[in-house]
């Protein structure tokens, strides 16, 4: 089995815009450490690049993980955006809090969103019972599909609309038959 071997490049050995710690295996570079400094062509805050070989022993040297002057992380992607911009799939085991609670506002921006377990939103003012397929208002435990619990003496729930008549239809799946209220 070889060992790594370090190398720090000597002043004759610099590029002219990055430093470099190379890791080797024998004669084989396996990985990097790049740090790119600004100069007057090269205008953006230093980076510190990460560089992985994709298969051993001849594979190509690629960029895994930069490090931007401007305190962007970016994780598949060259040129992170934001704090954290991880560009491919991510695992998260354990809790993740994201914001405050105060000024914050979470935006998922995808064609789908696949949730594993029950959800609960401020402590059962909805609550999706992934298990049982139910959905519960002001009840983190519905008895049925819509449960909808208030324990003040207020409207139960209020189904608007902009048209002069609104309807509530319930229908029964076994039959054609519906039963509605116009208002």
């Not at 790594?4 to 002043?11: G, H, K, N, S, T």
């Not at 450490?33 to 992985?52: C, H, K, L, M």
């Not at 000024?103 to 402590?123: C, M, Q, R």
């Not at 435990?141 to 048209?163: D, E, I, M, Y």
């Amino acid at each position: 089995r070889t060992s790594l071997i370090l190398r720090i490049p000597l002043a004759a050995e610099t590029y002219a815009l990055k430093n470099k710690i190379s890791f080797y295996s024998a004669t084989n570079l396996v990985s990097s450490i790049d740090s790119q400094f600004p100069t007057a062509a090269y205008t953006e805050p230093g980076n510190i690049i990460f560089n992985v070989l994709s298969a051993y022993p001849s594979g190509t040297v690629n960029e895994v993980m930069r490090m931007t002057g401007a305190g962007r992380v970016g994780i598949g992607t060259t040129s992170p955006q934001y704090t954290l911009d991880v560009n491919g799939d991510a695992r998260i085991t354990g809790n993740l809090v994201i914001g405050d609670a105060n000024t914050d506002t979470v935006t998922i921006n995808a064609a789908t969103l696949n949730l594993a377990n029950n959800v609960s939103f401020d402590s059962g003012t909805l609550y999706i019972d992934k298990t049982n397929d139910r959905v519960g208002v002001g009840t983190s435990s519905p008895s049925a599909k819509l449960h909808v619990n208030n324990s003040a003496a207020q409207t139960q729930a209020l189904f608007q609309s902009g048209q002069s008549q609104a309807y509530v239809m319930i229908a029964d799946s076994g039959s054609s038959s519906t039963t509605g209220q116009g208002v």
